[in-house]
Nanobody, 124 residues
């Protein structure tokens, strides 16, 4: 049974940093492309960053360029999202998603497994 679980969210002041983690079990982590999505209140879920199984990165939000970094540790079956210089508009539920593919995608329907999300709240 595949399980995906995010952690590391919380309340932070604008300008601060957080590191989100996503652990996956029940699958061969290194065979999977992994991505971070987020969903703000009243808005649709959107892709943030994707890291494919070959190490290639795709960014889907100009607003996080230079501030957010995606990485993975295949030995620990863990995906990370380092978020720096946080802004109030980064407030959202952050989700981790996985698909057994070589490619990255910003489309929700392309991913097979999802975590329950971790809340990030940035105060002004």
């Amino acid at each position: 049974q595949v399980q995906v679980a995010e952690s590391g969210g919380g309340l932070v002041q604008a300008g601060g940093s957080l590191r989100l983690s996503c652990t996956a079990s029940g699958l061969t982590f290194g065979d999977y492309t992994m991505a971070w999505f987020r969903q703000a209140p009243g808005k649709e879920r959107e892709g943030v960053l994707c890291l494919n199984r070959g190490g290639g990165i795709a960014s889907y939000l100009d607003s996080v360029t230079g501030r957010f970094t995606i990485s993975r540790d295949n030995a620990k079956d863990t995906l990370y999202l380092q978020m720096n210089a946080l802004k109030s508009e980064d407030t959202a539920m952050y989700y981790c998603a996985a698909v057994q593919a070589r490619w990255c995608s910003s489309q929700i329907a392309d991913y097979s497994y999802w975590g329950q999300g971790t809340q990030v709240t940035v105060s002004p």
